[in-house]
C-alpha cells in the first residue's frame, strides 16, 4: 500500500515537470478527432452516418456529425471515412488466468493463474476489440483484487479491464471438471455447506467491495454436488440486502425455474437438450433476468474449419492438436440447432435481457476474443437481429455488471471502441473485419500482440 502510494507520487511530480517544458506537445498529443466513420452507438438510437467525436484524457468530450462537433484548437485529426465505428465489446462470461494454450482439450493448473497469465488473456481478448471482461466466478479472490489495482494503476500495458465474480461454492462443487482443476487446489471460491455460510461469504465480498457473485445451481447429471435451495436463497436475498448481483449457472429448465424464483439476477447458459416449457418463459417474462448465453463452450467449428480470425491467435502446435483430436462430426447438428433456435427465440421474446459471454477460458478452441466475435454471429443465426446483437454485446452488458463508463459511445464514456471495415449492421460477421482497436482513447499494437503470440 505504501509502496504503490510513493510511486504513484513519484509519477505525479514526472508527469507535472514534463507539462510545464512541453505543455503545448502534450496537449496536441492528448486531444483528438475521429471523423467520417459511420458510428453504432451501442444502444436503440440509430447509427450516425459521416460522425465525428473527440477523444480527450481517454475519454469521449464530444460525439455527433462532422461539422456539427467543434474541434478543439491542437487536437490532431484521424480520419475515418469508410470505416465504421462501434463501442469496445463487453464480455459479461469468461474464465480467466487457468488457460495455458497446450492442449486440444483444456487443462487448468492452479499454478497458471498469475498476474501475467491473467493479463495475457485480457490482451487477448482487447486484440479482439473485447474492452471489459468478466470472470464468471472463477478467480483466486485476493490475486484478481490486486490484479485489478495493478491495472488501475495503469502498471500493465494496455488490455481488456478485468472485472470478476467472486465464487460462492457447495464443497467440491461450481466449476466444471477442467477448471476445478484449478479453482479447487487454489481456493478460489468460497465454499459453503449451510445458509448462514453462504450469507457469511456475501458478506465477506461485500467487505472487500467486490459488486457480483456466481453460484451454480444443480449436480451436472448426478456428478457434483448441488448446492441447497436454502443456501442459493440465502446468498441471493443477502446480496440483494447489500447491493449484489448474482450470476447463477444453471442449464436445465428445473435449475433455471430455481435460480429465477431465487431472484438471480444474471442467468447462464441455455437449455440445450430439452424445449423449453411456458411456466419458465412466464417465469422470464416476470424476473426479465440478464442473461449469458454462452453456446460456444466446447464449439470448436472454427478452429476445425482453419477459419484465420479464430486461428490467428493460436500456435500452430495448438491448431494441429485441436485438429486432429477435437473435430469430429456430429450426426445431431441439425436437430440440436433447431432446438437452440426455439429455446433461444423463446427466450429473447419472452423478455430476457441477453448479455456476451462464451465461456472462453476452458478450451482453446473456444478462445479468448475470437469465441466471443462466435457467439455473437450465432445470436443472429438464430433470429437476433444484428442491430440487438450489437446492443447485447456493449451496453447491455455493461448495465449488467453495474459499469458506467463504457458500453456506448457518448460524451464522458471511456474512449474504448473498434473501426471496422465494414458494417456489422450489414453482415454481423462483418465485427470480425477490426481495422483498429483503441481503448481509453490509445490504440492497441495489435501487430506486436499477434507476433508474441505466434513465436
Ligand atoms: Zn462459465
Known amino acids: 500500500m505504501h509502496r504503490s502510494r510513493t510511486s504513484l507520487h513519484g509519477l505525479i511530480v514526472v508527469a507535472v515537470a514534463s507539462v510545464a517544458v512541453h505543455s503545448q506537445t502534450r496537449i496536441q498529443s492528448s486531444t483528438a478527432i475521429y471523423e467520417g466513420a459511420r458510428l453504432i452507438l451501442g444502444d436503440d438510437r440509430a447509427p450516425v452516418e459521416n460522425g465525428a467525436f473527440v477523444v480527450q484524457n481517454g475519454r469521449i468530450a464530444a460525439i455527433g456529425r462532422k461539422g456539427a462537433v467543434s474541434v478543439p484548437s491542437g487536437a490532431s485529426h484521424v480520419d475515418l471515412t469508410g470505416k465504421t465505428v462501434m463501442p469496445a465489446l463487453i464480455n459479461a462470461h469468461g474464465h480467466f488466468g487457468y488457460e495455458r494454450f497446450t492442449k486440444a482439450e483444456g487443462e487448468a493448473l492452479p499454478e497458471n493463474f498469475t498476474a501475467g497469465n491473467l493479463l495475457d488473456h485480457m490482451q487477448r481478448e482487447a486484440f479482439y476489440g473485447v474492452g471489459t471482461a468478466n470472470d464468471g466466478g472463477s478467480a483466486a479472490v485476493a490475486i484478481a483484487l490486486q490484479f485489478q489495482q495493478d491495472q488501475a494503476a495503469r502498471n500493465f500495458p494496455p488490455a481488456a479491464q478485468f472485472y470478476f465474480n467472486a465464487g460462492i461454492v457447495p464443497p467440491n462443487g461450481g466449476p466444471d471438471q477442467i477448471l476445478i482443476k484449478g479453482t479447487r487446489p487454489l481456493h478460489a471460491n468460497y465454499e459453503v455447506l449451510r445458509a448462514p455460510e453462504g450469507r457469511a461469504a456475501v458478506q465477506d465480498v461485500v467487505a472487500k467491495n467486490i459488486k457480483q457473485v456466481k453460484i451454480w445451481l444443480g449436480d451436472r447429471n448426478g456428478s457434483y454436488p448441488a448446492m441447497p435451495w436454502q443456501v442459493f436463497d440465502a446468498i441471493i436475498d443477502e446480496a440483494h440486502k447489500n447491493g449484489v448481483k448474482v450470476h447463477a449457472h444453471a442449464t436445465t429448465i428445473?435449475?433455471?425455474?430455481?435460480?429465477?424464483?431465487?431472484?438471480?439476477?444474471?442467468?447462464?447458459?441455455?437449455?440445450?437438450?430439452?424445449?423449453?416449457?411456458?411456466?419458465?418463459?412466464?417465469?422470464?417474462?416476470?424476473?426479465?433476468?440478464?442473461?449469458?448465453?454462452?453456446?460456444?463452450?466446447?464449439d470448436r467449428s472454427d478452429v476445425c474449419e482453419s477459419d484465420p480470425f479464430f486461428t490467428q491467435t493460436l500456435s500452430a502446435k495448438i491448431i494441429a492438436d485441436i485438429?486432429?483430436?477435437?473435430?469430429?462430426?456430429?450426426?445431431?447438428?441439425?436437430?440440436?440447432?433447431?432446438?437452440?433456435?426455439?429455446?433461444?427465440?423463446?427466450?429473447?421474446?419472452?423478455?430476457?435481457?441477453?448479455?456476451?459471454?462464451?465461456?472462453?477460458?476452458?478450451?482453446?478452441?473456444?478462445?479468448?476474443?475470437?469465441?466471443?466475435?462466435?457467439?455473437?454471429?450465432?445470436?443472429?443465426?438464430?433470429?437476433?437481429?444484428?442491430?440487438?446483437?450489437?446492443?447485447?454485446?456493449?451496453?447491455?452488458?455493461?448495465?449488467?455488471?453495474?459499469?458506467?463508463?463504457?458500453?456506448?459511445?457518448?460524451?464522458?464514456?471511456y474512449a474504448d471502441f473498434i473501426a471496422l471495415n465494414a458494417n456489422p449492421l450489414d453482415d454481423i460477421k462483418n465485427t470480425r473485419q477490426i481495422a483498429s482497436v483503441y481503448l481509453h482513447g490509445a490504440k492497441l499494437d495489435r501487430d506486436a500482440l499477434l507476433a508474441n503470440w505466434r513465436k
Open 254 to 298: 428445473r435449475d433455471q425455474k430455481d435460480a429465477l424464483r431465487a431472484g438471480a439476477d444474471v442467468l447462464v447458459h441455455m437449455v440445450q437438450n430439452t424445449k423449453l416449457d411456458d411456466e419458465l418463459l412466464a417465469l422470464v417474462k416476470e424476473k426479465k433476468p440478464y442473461w449469458a448465453t454462452v453456446i460456444a463452450l466446447g
Open 323 to 413: 485438429q486432429a483430436n477435437a473435430c469430429r462430426p456430429n450426426q445431431n447438428a441439425a436437430a440440436r440447432e433447431e432446438l437452440l433456435k426455439a429455446n433461444f427465440m423463446a427466450m429473447i421474446n419472452a423478455g430476457a435481457r441477453l448479455v456476451l459471454g462464451a465461456d472462453t477460458g476452458i478450451r482453446p478452441g473456444n478462445a479468448f476474443g475470437s469465441g466471443d466475435h462466435h457467439e455473437i454471429a450465432h445470436w443472429v443465426q438464430m433470429g437476433l437481429s444484428p442491430a440487438q446483437a450489437i446492443v447485447a454485446a456493449t451496453s447491455r452488458p455493461a448495465e449488467a455488471l453495474g459499469l458506467k463508463d463504457v458500453g456506448t459511445l457518448d460524451e464522458g464514456k
